[in-house]
T-cell receptor, first 111, second 114 residues
Framework: NAGVTQTPKFRVLKTGQSMTLLCAQDMNHEYMYWYRQDPGMGLRLIHY???????AKGEVPDGYNVSRLKKQNFLLGLESAAPSQTSVYFC??????????FGEGSWLTVV | KNQVEQSPQSLIILEGKNCTLQ??????????LRWYKQDTGRGPVSLTI?????NTKSNGRYTATLDADTKQSSLHITASQLSDSASYIC?????????????FGQGTELSVKP
């Protein structure tokens, strides 16, 4: 049982480059989330999805886009990376019993 | 403003000792409170979930308490082990009429030394 899998785990980008983080869950969860974690701060919600084909903004959505074309996948895109987007990104999904499962994280550095 | 504050920011204890981590919140409306353990370089893993009516919940050597009146929670770790070294995150969930949003604390960094 893989749970929540994120790829890539590490990435270095130049300012202005674009990239996509992939999140895959094999638990048939409807709800999926993308968070970022910065030093000294709690996790902050970027975007979330309540089901296939739906997405919604979280508290820090600017500079990011998401897509949920398939129930098991939730993609986070950076169209034009900025140094302020250097962070650790966590994907999560939520079970019907409201337990939240996190991925292992993706470390992104924008230089 | 909905906030979750944790203390201390960091803590060093000797293996075998007990410790207590604190969480104060100003979240309203409250749905539930969760404690997560996050090992270095890994994603958070759920330890406990408590609703408004629950005062205490245990998960092995971890015991969480909740005082909904004072809006305080604590996580007590008994007979600490080296593997307990991690960041412990307190998370409060807003009521469903507020979208069920999760408010994360900044975490307490626990280091257990031999």
């Amino acid at each position: 049982n893989a749970g929540v899998t994120q790829t890539p785990k590490f990435r270095v980008l130049k300012t202005g480059q674009s990239m996509t983080l992939l999140c895959a869950q094999d638990m048939n969860h409807e709800y999926m989330y993308w968070y970022r974690q910065d030093p000294g701060m709690g996790l902050r919600l970027i975007h979330y999805s309540v089901g296939e084909g739906t997405t919604a903004k979280g508290e820090v959505p600017d500079g990011y886009n998401v897509s949920r074309l398939k129930k098991q996948n939730f993609l986070l895109g950076l169209e034009s990376a900025a140094p302020s987007q250097t962070s650790v990104y966590f994907c999560a999904s939520k079970s019907l019993r409201n337990t939240i499962y996190f991925g292992e994280g993706s470390w992104l550095t924008v230089v | 403003k909905n906030q979750v504050e944790q203390s201390p920011q960091s803590l060093i204890i000797l293996e075998g000792k007990n410790c207590t981590l604190q969480c104060n919140y100003t979240v309203s409306p409250f749905s539930n409170l969760r404690w997560y353990k996050q090992d270095t370089g890994r994603g958070p893993v759920s330890l406990t979930i408590m609703t408004f009516s629950e005062n205490t919940k245990s998960n092995g050597r971890y015991t969480a308490t909740l005082d909904a009146d004072t809006k305080q929670s604590s996580l007590h770790i008994t007979a600490s082990q080296l593997s307990d070294s991690a960041s412990y995150i307190c998370v409060v969930r807003l009521g469903y009429n507020q979208g069920g949003k999760l408010i994360f604390g900044q975490g307490t960094e626990l280091s257990v030394k031999p």
